[in-house]
């Protein structure tokens, strides 16, 4: 990964943790305008572009490009981004309440992160905690509030520390915060929420 490039999608990624997606859509759009960009380049700025759109509230639009990165980072044999798409597109069929689709999707991303080589690397937990998270969910989904607290509490843990200013660290306290009402621990899930809104950047989210 050439120097230019790797430093542009740091500043992509930093953009996002912003919440400044207007600004990450432009330096998304001209990466992709750069020549000779390595499959991995290439495939992180689709999995940006992706990202990007799904918090635009652009579902149609990531949908589409989902699809792209997923049969591209098969094709080229780079299973992380595989499971990047698939993580996205849980999320949209959560917000549409598809969940017969979503459980679909929940299983195939599942299988697929099991079928890859455990490693250290940031970027594998990275993963592994957006596992976490799904499963949170699956939990929510069926009713299992304890598993779903569970999850939810490790993938907070390792977003902490993996990427400590990702929103899926607030993500995380939000769908606690909402576990614990539920539950009927309001004080837990004031707590959750207090925090959630102390890591809002203002006037984004």
């Not at 912003?18 to 859509?25: C, I, S």
């Not at 099991?114 to 799904?134: F, G, H, K, T, V």
């Not at 509490?153 to 990427?163: P, T």
Request: aromatic share 12%; charged share 25%; proline share 2%.
């Amino acid at each position: 990964m050439s120097n230019s490039v790797s430093e542009k999608l740091a500043l992509v990624k930093n953009l996002i943790n912003e919440f400044k997606l207007e600004d990450a859509l432009q330096l998304v759009k001209d990466i992709e305008q750069k020549n000779n960009l390595t499959s991995e380049e290439m495939l992180r700025n689709q999995a940006f572009k992706v990202r990007i759109h799904y918090y635009l509230g652009q579902y149609e639009r990531a949908l589409n490009f989902i699809e792209e990165l997923y049969q591209k980072s098969q094709e080229m044999k780079l299973p992380l981004f595989s499971l990047d798409a698939l993580f996205i597109k849980e999320w949209i069929l959560r917000f549409q309440v598809r969940f017969e689709n979503w459980h679909e999707i929940f299983k195939q991303h599942e299988e697929l992160f099991n079928s890859i080589p455990r490693d250290e690397s940031l970027e594998y937990q990275e993963r592994e905690a957006c596992l976490w998270m799904m499963k949170a969910h699956r939990g929510d989904i069926n009713g299992n509030l304890d598993l779903a607290l569970k999850y939810s509490g490790r993938s907070l843990s390792w977003f902490e520390r993996v990427d400590p200013l990702s929103p899926y660290v607030i993500t995380n306290l939000i769908m606690m915060a909402s576990i614990y009402q539920q539950k009927g621990e309001l004080n837990l899930a004031l707590e959750y929420n207090e925090k959630a809104l102390s890591l809002i950047p203002e006037g984004d989210y």
